[in-house]
């Protein structure tokens, strides 16, 4: 039986890093990237209907595939490793994403900054992703299918 690839969604443990490991994480990662593409080539459409259905999976694959760095957090809950975090958002056809880390770990300091960089490449692959400040000030960013 063959495992289904998942998208680095930033709620899961902490990836395995050696190099082995990550050189095939990445071909995973090109290879989810490159189907999704060619769904879009063969339906002409961006965002897919498939990645509208299934948004949370679909930005995580682009934010990983951009190279940006996933959250991670242990069996208990609490984070492990600082990047973004991909969820549903309250409104339908919207996710979120917000950039968290460990207590103490700078994830506040740098998110306006890295938030950007996930919002640049969401908006190259045809979504829409404008930064708000949520509770306690932390920003986040909304995502949607960008606008014709």
Do not use: H
């Not at 495992?3 to 709620?11: L, Q, R, S």
């Not at 919207?94 to 300091?109: E, I, K, Y």
């Amino acid at each position: 039986m063959t495992d289904v690839f998942e998208a680095a969604t930033g709620d899961g443990p902490v990836a395995d890093v050696s190099p082995r490991a990550a050189e095939l994480r990445a071909a995973e990662v090109r290879a989810a990237l490159d189907g999704l593409l060619q769904i879009r080539r063969v339906t002409n459409t961006a965002p897919a209907a498939w990645e509208l259905k299934q948004m949370v999976r679909a930005v995580a694959l682009v934010l990983e595939a951009a190279g940006q760095p996933p959250s991670a957090v242990d069996a208990s809950g609490a984070r492990t490793a600082t990047g973004y975090r991909v969820r549903a958002a309250d409104s339908a056809g919207m996710v979120c994403v917000d950039w968290l880390g460990p207590p103490g770990g700078g994830a506040a300091r740098e998110e306006e900054s890295r938030l950007a960089e996930c919002a640049s490449a969401l908006a190259a692959l045809g979504w829409e992703a404008l930064m708000y400040r949520g509770p306690r000030k932390r920003r986040f960013l909304e995502v949607e299918r960008a606008r014709a």
